[in-house]
DNA sequence: TCTGCAAATGCAACAATGTTGCAAAAGAAT
DNA sequence: ATTCTTTTGCAACATTGTTGCATTTGCAGA
């Protein structure tokens, strides 16, 4: 799947900043964030035109976003597998990299009487490969 | 438990600030917000004397923090429940509430090769009672 | 290929949240 | 009451994200 062909199946314009992130996207094994993407897409865009963009990508489900506490906010590309809702993601508190752990997870937690649930975020903190101790 | 048993307890200057947002988090069954705070201790205190109160507390384990998303961070006290195991939190996407689930989860996650986790953070959204469709 | 229109962009201004340095005030111990 | 330390308020700043508006671009149709 090529940037491109994301975008027009999307019924999406075709703009250089879409298509630079997408490929940044496609390329990357690990979520990346806007400060990431805009260092690797050294013909700058606006900082308006990249949120704008994020919420281009994300209305179409093309990508989803993770946010990490108050730290920082990362993106990557939806797959089938990240489709199928509660999945998991890893953050390294050393080195930052945030990825979307490709899991079936299971979960049912007792809410009090009368609460619904909709959705379940779960966020792994630890350290990753790189940054094991 | 009072907010003064509660600074002596863990060495802390009593100083009406930290007073008052003790009051207001041993009366509350939600988490609170800074602005929540801020309203119910109408006598205002400094935005920054808050963000350093918090950081006192949460340096003490007094309180804990819950953050959702980019939308807004919310502070609970800790008890001996939620201090003990990864505990699970509650969001109401309509209202806000914020609540702490006593549940006990015992959930493992296979990560990768070389990943190495410290900490689980699991929140729920959905609507609560007052807020049930 | 050219034309026209809707959509996307860049810029400036703004809001919300959180942090830092420093002088003044308050807490607590003597 | 005096002293010392911690906390506070204020101003200034940083970061992240949003909005309005004029300009530019992509793309469909001629
Ligand atoms: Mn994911
Ligand atoms: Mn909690
Ligand atoms: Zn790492
Ligand atoms: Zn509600």
């Known amino acids: 799947m090529t940037a491109k062909q994301l975008l ?11 298509e630079g ?4 996207f496609l390329a990357s094994k690990e979520a990346l964030s806007e400060n ?28 989803h976003k993770i946010v990490v506490d108050n730290i920082l906010t990362k993106y990557a590309l939806t797959t089938p597998m990240t489709r199928e809702h ?3 993601h890893f ?3 050393h080195c930052e990299t945030t990825k979307c752990i490709q899991t079936d997870v299971e979960i049912t937690i007792q809410l009090p ?21």
Do not use: P, W
Not at 21 to 24: A, W
Not at 113 to 133: A, P, R, V, W
């Open 8 to 18: 027009q199946q999307h019924k999406l314009k075709r703009t250089s900043c879409r």
């Open 86 to 88: 509660q999945h998991v």
């Open 91 to 93: 953050f390294c508190t």
């Open 36 to 63: 990431e993407l805009r260092e690797q897409l050294s013909g700058s865009y606006d900082r308006t035109t990249f949120y704008r963009s994020f919420i281009t990508l994300l209305d179409a489900g093309i990508i």
């Open 113 to 133: 009487e009368g609460f619904h649930q909709d959705s379940m975020d779960i966020l792994i903190k630890g350290s990753c490969n790189h940054c094991k101790q």
């Open 21 to 24: 992130m997408l490929e940044l």
